[in-house]
């Protein structure tokens, strides 16, 4: 396809298209993210009822979100090559029968079927929502509507809290699952008023490609997901199996790395002889692509890192319950709803590079705010404003990195960047949480070993009955029981908690300075992400009927800052 870019397309779309379609994108992101975050308030429920611990929910969770990871390339191309909308209505009904399954759960391995087989389909789904963007909306239009979408999810979570909380609280738990039933239905009559899409039937599917990106995030996510509980470098007891006293966590994390090496390799292969492939790379054919990447997964990162540490604080320091932390948070996630939703009104005053700098200032100055404030109540000023600040900035940055990657690459790759969307959103969600969670642990134990030996209160022979390389978060009321079966004497047991409880504060706090370091470090690449001119917004290209993935559609120049 050949475009010509002598003019400068304007900010303000000359037509106005339905929100219809956006409708349906916003309805199934929310019934999407709904069903994840639903299953988290429900746990107790779940636990109780079907007679499982709570790591069988985590289990099923992370069966979910690894599922979608896994497929979310090969379903961009399942969905091109039969049609989006057609693939996209079967995926919404696959998805509530699968959260039908999930009300009538009667044992933790139909739980888990349920939510492995709710993530596949989500594969299906996440692409599908990028291209209907593209394909309805453009200019002014099309950064709404990509506001909209990013927050979605948080608006998911909002929802989830109050809903399925209060559910899980009176009615029983099962019934948010049948909400979510409910909500695909409504999806799958609202999206008949969609676009047609039209399939490439002549498109062929590169499974090998395919399983090659399967095997290096499966690798990826389980060696991520390990760290903590396997052992970042030493195997601890919890590893599965270890290699010379190796973790597995590291190994399966290298192993990842030369898969998603070898995977790169082959499809950039195949683009060179023409031939179909399961990611087409002229999403990230230029520097520009490849920074707007590296900032998406870096705030990806940082924000569910820090989504991970505060309730951390909350429920252990504070010692507050688990629907109490749930509402502590909500200032945090509507700040996010605002920023992805309003941040579009600024697109035709500020280039994309000053917007995405601008914001990883603000998050790394919350997180620098919370990790200084932390000591006192949660209910405190700048707790409160260093919460509405991070969400402020990550969810403005979220928003503006998927406009602008979709903005930059021609509309027929859509379902592309959509894919590539999911899979850096849930890769780099993943890996914050894990590589935060084992960080915070080390410094923890680190911390509480120097204490214990620094101070002529606890006597050796106690600081030699505590396995400090098995350290974790607890509460001065776990602590005192897991101290009840040493040695330790009353007094010994006082002077541990209240150095646990420095210890613990200091860690966290050191977490949340390497994250808001981790967003500063993120200026570098946010410098990269293309520049233009006041009252210009990044169109899509349109494709001709002679479009294919084979044949080269050249992505849109960088405009001059």
């Known amino acids: 396809m050949h475009a010509s870019h002598a003019s400068v397309p304007s900010a303000t779309s000359p037509t106005k298209t339905s929100w219809i379609p956006l409708t349906v994108v916003v309805l199934t992101q929310i019934q999407a993210s709904f069903a994840v975050n639903a299953l988290t308030v429900s746990m107790a429920g779940i636990t109780s009822d079907l007679d499982t611990p709570a790591t069988s929910v985590g289990t099923a969770i992370t069966a979910g979100t690894f599922a979608m990871a896994a497929f979310i390339l090969l379903g961009a191309k399942i969905g091109a090559r039969f049609g989006t909308r057609r693939v996209f209505q079967i995926a919404v009904a696959v998805h509530a029968s699968a959260m039908a399954a999930v009300a009538l759960s009667q044992s933790p391995a139909m739980l888990f079927i349920a939510q492995a087989s709710s993530g596949a389909v989500i594969a299906l789904i996440a692409p599908a929502l990028t291209v209907f963007i593209a394909t309805n909306y453009s200019g002014t239009q099309q950064a709404r509507a990509i506001g909209l979408l990013a927050a979605a999810i948080p608006a998911a979570g909002v929802l989830a809290l109050l809903i399925a909380g209060w559910f899980a609280a009176g009615i029983g738990w099962r019934y948010s699952f049948a909400l979510v039933v409910a909500l695909g239905v409504v999806n799958l009559l609202l999206s008949f008023r969609l676009k047609k899409v039209p399939p490439q039937p002549d498109l062929g599917i590169d499974w090998t490609g395919a399983v090659l990106a399967a095997i290096s995030i499966i690798l990826l996510s389980f060696g991520f997901s390990g760290l903590a509980s396997w052992g970042v470098w030493q195997a601890t007891d919890a590893a599965p199996f270890d290699v010379l006293g190796v973790s597995p966590a590291p190994l399966l994390i290298i192993l990842g790395l030369v898969v998603g090496q070898i995977f790169f390799v082959w499809i950039a292969r195949r683009q060179q002889q023409k031939r179909s492939r399961i990611f087409d790379l002229r999403v990230l054919a230029t520097s520009s692509e490849l920074a707007i990447t590296a900032c998406m997964s870096i705030m990806l990162f940082v924000g569910t890192a820090a989504n991970f540490l505060i309730p951390l604080y ?21 700040s996010i709803f605002l920023a992805s939703t309003f941040v579009a009104v600024l697109y035709s005053r500020f280039a994309p590079r000053v917007l995405a700098a601008s914001g990883f200032v603000v998050v790394a100055g919350a997180l620098t705010l919370i990790a200084f404030s932390i000591r006192g109540d949660w209910g405190q000023l700048f707790i409160v404003t260093g919460l509405i600040l991070l969400g402020l900035g990550q969810g403005a940055i979220v928003a503006l990195v998927f406009n602008t990657l979709l903005s930059s690459a021609p509309k027929a790759l859509a379902g592309d960047v959509g894919a590539w969307r999911g899979l850096v959103h ?12 084992a960080f915070a642990v080390g410094m923890l134990a680190s911390l509480a070993a120097t204490a214990a030996t620094e101070h002529p209160e606890i006597s050796p022979e106690l600081i030699s009955e505590v396995n400090f390389d098995n350290t974790n978060f607890l509460t001065n009321d776990q602590l005192a029981q897991s101290l009840a079966n040493t040695s330790a004497t009353p007094a010994e047991v006082a002077v541990a908690i209240e150095l646990n409880a420095e210890a613990r504060l200091r860690a966290l706090q050191y977490s949340l300075l390497g994250l808001g370091a981790l967003a500063l470090l993120a200026i570098v690449p946010a410098t990269r992400m293309p520049g233009r001119i006041a009252g210009e917004l990044p169109e899509v290209l349109e494709p001709t009927d002679n479009d294919t993935v084979d044949v080269d559609i050249p992505l849109n120049p960088e405009s001059a800052a």
């Open 426 to 437: 849930n890769l780099s969600g993943s890996v914050g949480i894990a590589v935060a969670s």
């Open 314 to 334: 909350m429920q252990v320091v504070q010692g507050l319950t688990g629907i109490q932390t749930s509402f502590s948070i909500i200032p945090y996630t509507l």
